[in-house]
């Protein structure tokens, strides 16, 4: 029996086994008077709870990588997207050769059927629910805040096709546009396709299975998945810049001289331009932030950035519930103080933070509890509202999140009735 019929035979049991949002391994330090959890500490108590690697995935994790992070050839980037993601690279591009070889061709065959199953099960549904359930919110969200999303460009781009700025910040490093040196390792093709497997069939990204598959062919970061998503949803990309935020929240380019020690205050991030499957520009920010209060509180860079985008849309998924917290308070307030909608599932914002009358809440799904590693963040305000028979939820006709099979599966709608704080 394969592993992955097995895995899929002992479910639920073995989401505890996967690593379940999107936040890397990192490690947090701790303050001498008290240990604060952080997104990163958060993560590691998930993976702990998975079965140990194998010695050599452990020994090519920790292995250095260069900082290549320099603003890319245009052409190349795209090339390298379509590349990663088993299409066809350009005509006059330098990695047709790689394309011609029997590895790459059998991982596109590949990579074509993961795609079209997951198109049929995940991508047509949640595109015509969108343009139904959401058709006023794309109306009214040329941006969107996406907060611990590691590299989840896929889901939001689907859930909200014609906005024209993303802002997804998580735990993983920036990341660099691949060398070609990085594409002809043999071992690059089961990675991606180990990597790509947890969020095609469950919706979710494995955090330290992602790490260490993706570090062990020098895919160092965010950017090589997400440019491998846009790809692969149409989007061509168009210009790749390195940026990061000052300690006063503003973007600005990054240093081209890798050998100083950066600001300590300063944030590192990454900005793709995009060309939409409609012709419309887009642009995609990703920042490497960990937004604990303790954290934030030593640098506020990423929140100062997101107030000042103006009024937001906010979709949370997969976010182990860490702004059902209390140390998580910053960034649920900004949250909550700056977003017209807040489209997330059951790990998002606490219904006990929203204000009373404040918001209306469209329920759409199943909620019954969470899966066991969150059994305590638990909600009776949501199996109420789900149990509500005369304002039922409406059906949600995909799966997401933690609780990923479709029948178990929920989303809530909130659209502030109140204006915006200042």
């Not at 929240?249 to 600001?263: E, I, N, V």
Request: charged share 20%; glycine share 4%; aromatic share 10%.
């Amino acid at each position: 029996m394969s592993l992955r019929t097995a895995v899929l035979r002992l479910l639920p049991a073995a989401l505890l086994l996967l690593s379940a949002c999107s936040e890397s391994n990192t490690k947090t330090e701790t303050a001498t008077s008290a240990k604060e959890e952080t997104m990163a500490t958060t993560a590691d108590a998930i993976d702990s709870s998975k079965s140990a690697l194998p010695a050599t995935a452990k020994t090519a994790a920790a292995t250095p990588r260069p900082n290549r992070l320099t603003a890319p050839d245009t052409t190349y980037a795209q090339d390298v997207a379509l590349f990663l993601g088993g299409q066809q690279p350009s005509q006059h591009s330098n990695l047709t050769q790689l394309a011609a070889t029997p590895a790459w061709q059998a991982f596109a065959q590949d990579q074509d059927k993961s795609w079209d199953k997951y198109r049929a099960t995940h991508t047509t549904r949640m595109t015509q629910w969108a343009a139904t359930e959401l058709d006023s919110v794309h109306a009214n969200s040329s941006t969107i805040f996406y907060p611990f999303s590691g590299p989840d460009f896929l889901n939001v781009f689907t859930m909200f096709p014609t906005s024209q700025t993303y802002v997804l910040m998580g735990l993983e490093p920036v990341g660099s546009v691949p060398a070609r040196a990085s594409l002809a390792n043999p071992k690059l093709f089961p990675a991606v396709k180990a990597s790509l497997w947890s969020v095609l069939n469950f919706s979710f990204f494995r955090t330290n299975d992602m790490a260490v598959d993706l570090k062990s062919v020098e895919l160092d970061g965010a950017l090589p998945l997400m440019m491998l998503f846009a790809a692969r949803t149409g989007n061509q990309i168009t210009a790749i810049r390195p940026v990061q935020l000052d300690a006063a929240g503003q973007l600005q380019d990054a240093p081209k001289d890798t050998t100083q020690a950066p600001d300590p205050k300063s944030v590192p991030g990454v900005e793709m331009k995009l060309r939409g499957p409609d012709g419309q520009s887009k642009t995609v920010y990703y920042f490497s932030a960990d937004l604990s209060d303790w954290k934030l509180n030593a640098r506020k860079a990423p929140l100062e950035f997101v107030r000042h985008l103006g009024p937001l849309t906010t979709y949370v998924k997969s976010a182990t519930y860490l702004m059902h917290k209390s140390y998580f308070n910053q960034v649920r307030r900004t949250v909550l103080r700056r977003s017209r909608y807040i489209l997330q599932d059951d790990s998002g914002i606490a219904m006990k933070y929203f204000q009373k009358g404040a918001w209306q809440f469209n329920y759409y799904g199943t909620y019954r509890r969470p899966i066991n590693l969150f059994a305590k963040q638990y909600q009776p305000e949501l199996t109420t509202a789900y149990r509500d028979t005369l304002r039922k939820p409406k059906a949600l006709p995909f799966g997401t999140g933690y609780n990923w099979r479709q029948t178990d599966s929920n989303l809530l709608l909130a659209r502030r009735l109140v204006p915006l704080a200042d």
